[in-house]
Every structure is written in structure tokens, then in C-alpha cells.
């Protein structure tokens, strides 16, 4: 399924269609002097009887056949390409979730960590058993609880097992999960959190006696063998800054898809004798959707939370990527051809 115009590659062979009326032409002139030819016979019966039964409108399907086999050829010569649908390369998928202590607000029931817990375990049914998952739980700080891995039944463990803490700590979940993508980088969260460590564009190799590698920044969104999925409801409150780990993620070309569970307007709630007001961040989110080449979605209930995951699903799945379809093109000619061949073959007990 094609979504967007086709384009070509050799368009000056598109030139060569024009044979193909001609040919049109050329074949009704055949028709026309091959009935001149019959008048010559005494009895138009006898040429019936002589051309037989199938020589009425089946006659014409062989030519056209042949005829519609060479203008794939001709089309195909062209070189087109258009963006299709093809199932993804996806290798690995990064889930970072959110489980700061605004996860207990019941906006969306029976709360927000319970109801991202069941949409991440139906997201994880859907996915093909060859995609590699790991999660990154995060609150006043982010860890990995569970490496890409296959195992289903692990990953659901994992996310069983979520407490929820103190503070959000978006940049630093996006930052652990780059480092669970690109382990030879040597990405230190502490480092860049404290200042103490390399540069952002610079990777350490991990042999001490090799000098230091320098990074070189990829087009945002052309990493194709992982991606992250952010779900977070609140605003960054501790940790790297958000949209500079989101640039982390954009130069090495990871996708990063943003979740936002909760109300821009916020809700107030209250834990242990503390409360706070905790609000969505929906501008960062946009941003860091955007400037990684990926999506934001929206889940202000549980129901919708469960369509979001379904969508990122097929999104991951499958990729739009512009391919050259002139092999389609030239095994479509060969298949038109082949059934003129053997239709005449079987009518008329010879080729056209």
C-alpha cells in the first residue's frame, strides 16, 4: 500500500509507454485487415466453421494480456519507487515508565500506575516473540529492571514489581535507556547528572588502554533496530534535563514515542501527610516526540491508554520506507505474459 506519490528513478524511459498505443493501433489495423480477408471466401459460414467457437470475444484477451505484459515492462524500466508498508526491522523496544508518586492519582482508574501496568502487559501480547524488550522504571531517579529480553513472562514480572517513589526524573529515563541501547558508548548517567564525566557527544570506549572515541551525531530517526517508549504523567522535577537527554536520543537517530497519562490541569494528592498538585507536561513531551522523529499520544483514561498502546504497537511493527518496485513490476509483466502464452496455447493451440 502505497501512501505517497511514486517517483523514478530513469523518468525519461517513461517515454517508451508511448509504444503502447501504437501497439493498440497496430492490432486493430490486424483485425481490420484480417476481416477484408474473410470477405474473399464464398460462404461466411465456412470461416466460422473453420475459426471456430472460441474465436469470439476470447480472441482478444491473449493480445491484451500481452500487450498490458509489456507496458509493466516499460513501466518498470523506469526504475519507480514509492513508500510502502513493510514489516519492521525493530529489534529492540526500551519501555520507560513513570512510577513517581503522582502515578497514584485515580483520574484514570482504578490509578494511573495500575491502569499503564495492564496497557504495558497488552502492548507486550501484541508484540511479535521476536522483538527484544527492556524497562526502565523511573521516579526521583531511573534504573533498568528488567534488560531486552524475550521473555514475556519476565518483562511481566518486572512490571508487577513496580513501587512507586519520590520526585520525576524524565531525562535521566531516557539517558538509562540510550545507555541499555548503545552499552559500548559508555554512557554514565552519573557523570552527566554531576557534570563530572565526558561531554555529550563524546563516547568512552570501554578498554582503558584505547583512546577516546568521538561521537558522530546520526540524522534524528534513522536508528531503526530500537526505540523507546516514554509514559510518564507529570512534569521533570530532578535529574538531566529533559529535552538535552531528548537530543542525546535524537543524535544517535532512537525514536523516542511519549505517553502522557493524567490532566493538563493537574490533581492534587495526598500521601503519608504530604500533598502535592501534579500537572502533565505536554509541551515537553510534543518536543521530545517531535525532535526525535517520533510520536506523542495522549491517554487521559485507561481506555485510551490501552488504544495508544495499541497503535505504538503497529507503528513498531511495521515502517513506511521507500522502496523500488520495479522487480514487482517486471514479476507482474511475467505473470501477464505467461497467461497469454498459455491461454492461446489452450484456445487456439498456438501462441497469439
Known sequence: ??????????????????????????????LKRKKKLTLRYASLSIVKEALGSGM??????????????????????????????????QETIILAMDVSGSMRATDVKPNRLVASQ????????????SVKV???????????????????????????????????AIGSAIVVSLAELFPEEGIDLSALTYGSGKPRGVAIDQAPNKAKKEFVPVPPGSYNSAAIILLTDGQRTTGIDTLEA???????????????VGTVEGETIGFEGWS??????????????MQTQAEYFYAGNAETLKNVYE?????????????EISGLLALVAA??????????????????
Open 1 to 30: 500500500m502505497t501512501s505517497s506519490p511514486i517517483t523514478f528513478l530513469w523518468p525519461q524511459f517513461l517515454w517508451l509507454l508511448l509504444a503502447v498505443p501504437l501497439l493498440v493501433l497496430a492490432y486493430l489495423w490486424l
Open 134 to 168: 527492556g524497562i526502565v522504571a523511573f521516579a526521583g531517579s531511573a534504573q533498568v529492571v528488567q534488560p531486552p529480553t524475550l521473555s514475556r513472562e519476565d518483562l511481566v514480572a518486572a512490571i508487577d514489581k513496580f513501587q512507586m517513589q519520590r520526585a520525576t
Open 56 to 89: 469470439g470475444w476470447r480472441r482478444h484477451i491473449p493480445p491484451v494480456l500481452f500487450l498490458l505484459a509489456i507496458a509493466a515492462m516499460l513501466f518498470a524500466a523506469s526504475r519507480p519507487f514509492a513508500v510502502i508498508i513493510l514489516p519492521s526491522t
Open 118 to 129: 495492564n496497557a504495558a502487559k497488552a502492548f507486550l501480547a501484541e508484540l511479535p516473540r
Open 246 to 260: 531528548s537530543k542525546m536520543a535524537a543524535d544517535r537517530g532512537v525514536r523516542v514515542y511519549t505517553v502522557g
Open 276 to 289: 502535592m498538585r501534579v500537572r502533565l507536561d505536554e509541551a515537553t513531551l510534543k518536543t521530545v516526540a
Open 335 to 352: 505473470v501477464l505474459a505467461i497467461s497469454s502464452a498459455a491461454l492461446s496455447l489452450l484456445w487456439f493451440n498456438r501462441i497469439l
Open 311 to 323: 497503535k505504538l504497537s503497529s507503528r513498531l511493527t511495521s515502517v513506511k520506507k521507500e522502496t
